[in-house]
């Protein structure tokens, strides 16, 4: 079992690939938090509360979910939307959410708009903007993912979320794995459960 | 689109039955059958459920190459044809799978060599193309004899790099490599390697799954990149853009693009020890005596632990199966006792020696040797003199010695 | 895709980058009778591109992808470089691996596409440089054509390797002094539209960009032709304003001096037979069609 353990940032200039440090992925019914694998009900109370204390909680909804490429993505879209109208009636005054689209994955010449989008190659020039600190990346192909989930963690110390389709992302901070409609309802029905119960960083938060 | 675990229970045109790859491999009646290895290597893959096969003449490789041609004309494989090169031929593979199908092919020795430049592009794209390598010599003078160097350039692709045995792990190990290579986290070309003439062109018992179930087919939606095809998106795509271009963080961009290659053949390891029951196998590990050993070196390494034996010298083994990912852990644990740690190899520089050099501890421990340099077989009696003589026990006289 | 598929999901159109919203709108995927003329009226596929000021080769790609008959069911493949850095802002599906297979890329990748979907039109069209399609991939780029395969072959010949900056390639022509030629090149400009015929090609055609409306005419010959009979080969002459001594402005008249009769890029054309046929078949169907449209637009005024 691996000692390391993935924790925001900012953690080197190019930090490791976590599962290069031994980090494995969890196993279908499991998440992970910082590399450890924990059942996936614990990962819903902790992401919720992840976005219930972060000043700017932001959904990065990539092309999987953006597109209506087929029916299943549609619901998967509507289904974040929901999730961000949730995060948006359960945050205090001071805290900002976003939702920021990764519409596509080419590098951008001389460099992208932070306000409206987030590029993989240049992903911290949105966190950094937007003063993210607490992300949650749904719909972005796993290669993709992983890419800026590294860089993220690498320059900033934004804290990273993977609701993901397939395997799950060991470079993120927390992850799902096998996303599909009903774990993104659940996570915005867990939102609203503890709404309240979470103090925000507002009064910590360094400002940038 | 296809969700292939729809798939399974419904039958393909040839009748075969889409099986859950777990119950078809492990569960399943097997029957045994006596088969060369390039026999074996077709009925792999008549049950692949493989989409093309690109195939180009070089020795030892041809006749499976040929055979899977039959296996087209029987309507088993989706396509089929013969390329201009190695280099076209892995060029070709990249296409096809670029395309979300399932790809396969075979190569050897210079031809490995000649298509070397497409194989760290097959893994930077993350194209989960299967490669048999029947390896041979690659230098001057000619050999069309067992050597191994070519695996060693292989090792530093991002391929993941498997060393068969015998046929027994030909065989199983294409399904198995299709599945481990597909999986999203993963999802990396396999050089699947055995030994020339000695696995291709001998006949062994091989338990075979039913012909009549083969493996779902690849489901190209899962890929951790977009498949190429105009049916998923995003539409603005091009693979692979040249992402070291720009400011300094997509500087950052293509060093961890590298870092993520190397990081999915980490992930392999899950499934690889899953799939074919650890990445080593290893027998005797409180002897003082170890052979560490991939591909035929083994079998000849075992043939030499039983002369030991009549001989009163206990001696263990390991059998390292995957080379990429490499399971440093595994050879640690197994070789904690060991005083003398043998490599037999049949190539000239010992890249395997050097390799679990570089990962245990006190590695004067490590023989590297004995190796034939291609251009011969491995008799087991060299491996039992390189060991007695180490040990400072008599040993009989090798007539290439020449004393 | 088909057209329908190219589409945002509702529930997240708002945040869609204009871009995005603007290509669902108005670009013309699935429009029947989409072409040059399509370029400052409707949304391009090609969103912004950063070659140099003036490069003809800017114009011919964007005149080629507003000419691709269904780019919503085309694949490009590219091969290394400055098309390369092009590409990405492309909003068609395309292929770069290596310097040169850019032919063999695209065998494997057609088979594939045939084979994963049958009956329907999936074209594959290869756009790379003079120096990755005959000097370097030559033997991948006959080969394709030896065989058959039914792509289609675009060359973009700047008469020298542009990206490494300027040297002596197969389709130089003799005498010119480049890098690598430092006493000028020593041999004839090779003769690949002869070549391609006699390798198999059904329709070949060497020409410069300077008229939007021929390279629609043969962009959209070659892709049909390929789709149903076999290879198909297009040389067009983009030169490389940069090395070869010219200003931004200059790219157009270079083109214009250099495709006059006898020049070196007069319009050159092979057609096989089949190939006619197909042509002449396709040419009658759409004088019908214009004829059906033009008496359904008389109706409407009436």
């Known amino acids: ?208 | 689109m296809a969700e292939t675990q729809s798939l399974i229970g419904t039958q393909n045109k040839k009748g075969q039955t889409y099986t859950d790859p777990w119950y078809m491999l492990n569960e399943a009646l097997r029957t045994p059958s006596f088969f060369t290895g390039s026999e074996v290597i077709k009925e792999a893959i008549r049950r692949a459920s493989c989409d093309i096969m690109i195939a180009y003449p070089i020795t030892p490789q041809s006749e499976a190459a040929a055979l899977i041609g039959e296996l087209f004309a029987e309507g088993y494989v989706g396509d089929y044809f013969r390329g201009e090169s190695e280099f076209a031929v892995m060029s070709q593979c990249a296409g096809a799978s670029f395309g979300g199908a399932r790809v396969f092919t075979t190569t050897a020795g210079p031809g490995t060599m000649r298509a070397m430049e497409n194989f760290p592009m097959w893994a930077g794209a993350r194209l989960p193309i299967q490669m048999i390598v029947t390896c041979r010599g690659i230098n001057s003078p000619l050999s069309i004899q067992p050597d191994t160097l070519e695996i060693s350039y292989l090792l530093n692709t991002g391929m993941m790099v498997w060393h068969a045995e015998t046929a027994q792990d030909f065989f199983d190990w294409i399904l198995k490599g299709f599945i481990v290579a597909e999986e999203p986290d993963v999802h990396l070309p396999l050089a699947l390697c055995c030994d020339g003439f000695f696995v291709t062109h001998t006949k062994d018992v091989v338990q075979l799954t039913p012909a009549d179930m083969c493996l779902p087919p690849y489901d190209p939606y899962r890929s951790p990149v977009p498949c190429m095809d105009m049916e998923c998106p995003p539409v603005r795509m091009m693979r692979d853009p040249f992402v070291m271009k720009s400011n300094y963080i997509s500087y950052a961009t293509h060093a961890s693009w590298q870092q993520e290659v190397w990081a999915a053949v980490e992930r392999s390891r899950k499934h690889a020890i899953r799939w074919l029951d650890g990445l080593i196998d290893a027998e005797n590990t409180d002897a003082e005596i170890m052979i560490v050993a991939s591909g035929t070196a083994v079998s000849q390494g075992r043939e030499a632990i039983r002369m030991l034996e009549d001989e009163g010298v206990r001696c263990g083994l390991v059998k390292i199966k995957t080379l990429r990912p490499w399971p440093a852990d595994e050879i640690r644990e197994a070789t904690k006792h060991a005083k003398h740690i043998f490599v037999p190899e049949f190539n000239v520089t010992g890249w395997l020696a050097k390799e679990i050099r570089a990962t245990i501890p006190d590695h004067h421990r490590v023989y590297a040797g004995p190796h034939v340099c291609g251009g011969m077989t491995m008799p087991p009696e060299i491996i039992v003199s390189e060991i007695k003589t180490a040990l400072g026990m008599k040993t009989f006289s090798l007539a290439g010695r020449g004393s | 895709m088909s057209k329908e598929r190219i589409k945002i999901s509702e529930a997240l159109y708002d945040i869609m980058p204009s871009d995005y919203q603007d290509l669902v709108k108005s670009a013309t995927y699935g429009k029947e009778d989409r072409g040059w003329k399509d370029i400052g009226t409707a949304k391009e596929l090609i969103e912004q591109h950063s070659l140099c000021a003036g490069c003809p080769e800017s114009m011919a790609f964007r005149y080629i992808i507003a000419s691709l008959p269904n780019p919503e069911d085309t694949v490009m493949v590219g091969s290394t470089g400055c098309t390369s850095l092009v590409f990405p802002m492309v909003a068609v599906h395309n292929i770069h691996s290596l310097f040169g297979n850019q032919n063999a890329i695209a065998s494997g990748l057609k088979r594939a596409l045939s084979l994963r979907f049958p009956g329907r039109i999936k074209d594959v069209v290869v756009l790379a440089g003079d120096g990755a399609t005959v000097d370097i991939g030559l033997d991948m780029t006959l080969q394709s054509w030896f065989r058959q395969e039914k792509f289609t072959t675009i060359c973009f010949d700047n008469e020298l390797y542009a990206n490494t900056g300027g040297q002596e390639s197969g389709l130089m022509r003799k005498g010119f002094v480049a890098k690598m030629a430092p006493v000028g090149k020593q041999f004839e400009k090779v003769r690949l539209p002869e070549i391609a015929r006699e390798s198999g090609c059904h329709y070949v055609v060497q020409c410069t960009v300077s008229k939007p409306s021929l390279i629609e005419k043969v962009v959209k010959n070659a892709v049909y032709v390929a789709r149903e009979i076999g290879p198909t080969y297009l040389q067009l002459y983009t030169p490389c304003i940069l090395e070869i001594g010219k200003n931004s402005m200059e790219g157009l008249q270079e083109m214009r001096d250099s495709e006059k009769p006898n020049e070196r890029f007069a319009y050159k054309e092979f057609v096989s037979e089949p190939a006619k046929q197909l042509l002449a078949e396709l040419a009658a169907k759409e004088k019908e069609r214009k004829a059906a449209a033009k008496q359904l637009a008389g109706q409407a005024q009436a």
Not at chain 1, 36 to 51: D, G, K, L, N, S
Request: aromatic share 6%; with cysteine; hydrophobic share 40%.
């Open chain 1, 1 to 208: 079992m691996s000692t390391y353990r993935v924790l925001p940032g900012p953690e080197h200039f190019l930090p490791p690939a976590a599962a290069s440090m031994g980090i494995r992925l969890p196993n279908p019914g499991e998440a992970h938090i910082h590399g450890v694998i924990v059942p996936e009900e614990q990962a819903y109370e902790e992401a919720a509360r992840q976005f219930l204390m972060a000043k700017v909680p932001t959904i990065f909804p990539g092309p999987l979910v953006l597109w209506a490429w087929n029916e299943k993505a549609a619901k998967k879209a509507t289904a974040v939307r929901h999730l961000f109208e949730t995060l948006k009636e359960c945050v205090q005054p001071g805290q900002k959410p976003m939702l920021i689209p990764m519409p596509d994955y080419r590098p951008k010449y001389p460099k992208i708009n932070p306000e409206i989008e987030i590029n993989p190659n240049h992903p911290n020039l949105t966190i950094w903007h937007n003063k993210i600190d607490c992300c949650m990346f749904v719909g972005v192909h796993c290669h993709q993912a992983n890419l800026s989930l590294k860089i993220i963690r690498g320059g900033t110390s934004c804290y990273t979320i993977a609701m993901c389709a397939q395997a799950g992302h060991e470079d993120a901070m927390l992850s799902f794995r096998d996303a599909s409609v009903d774990k993104i309802m659940k996570l915005a029905e867990t939102i609203k459960r503890l709404k309240g119960t979470v103090q925000p960083r507002l009064s910590t938060a360094k400002s940038h």
